[in-house]
């Protein structure tokens, strides 16, 4: 993977860090699944991005979740079909088969969804 670095501004903190770029030629996505879960919650809690999500230094009033209060957020459905409609979660796949993150999505509200 390609490296980039990025002028990061949180508050009056300004730091420059080196973030990865996925370079494949396809990217695809998979339907998470409820043994997934536990690298999810590894890759949210302890990625070098985490610090610039939640948590110390930046966001002290945003904790790390704990494993509970993440399954407490992450209900069964993100990572098994009876999410449809109410979020899901998916694996990130490069380079044909390396895993390398995660993207989700929250409740869909129907009345203002649209098809573009």
């Known amino acids: 993977m390609d490296c980039f670095k990025a002028a990061i501004y949180t508050g009056s903190i300004h730091r420059i860090m080196e973030f990865m770029i996925i370079a494949s030629k396809k990217v695809k996505l998979r339907l998470a699944r409820t043994s997934d879960r536990k ?6 809690t302890q990625s070098d991005v ?3 999500m939640m948590g110390m230094p930046y966001y002290p009033d945003l904790p790390i979740p704990t494993w509970k209060e993440f399954c407490d957020d992450y209900k069964p459905h993100f990572f098994n079909s009876s999410g ?11 380079n044909g088969n390396e895993e390398v993150g995660t993207i989700r999505y929250n409740a869909l509200d129907k009345k203002r969804a649209a098809l573009f």
């Open 50 to 52: 985490t610090p610039f």
């Open 84 to 94: 449809e409609g109410k979020g899901r979660d998916y694996i990130i796949i490069a």
């Open 39 to 44: 690298k999810i919650f590894l890759w949210l």
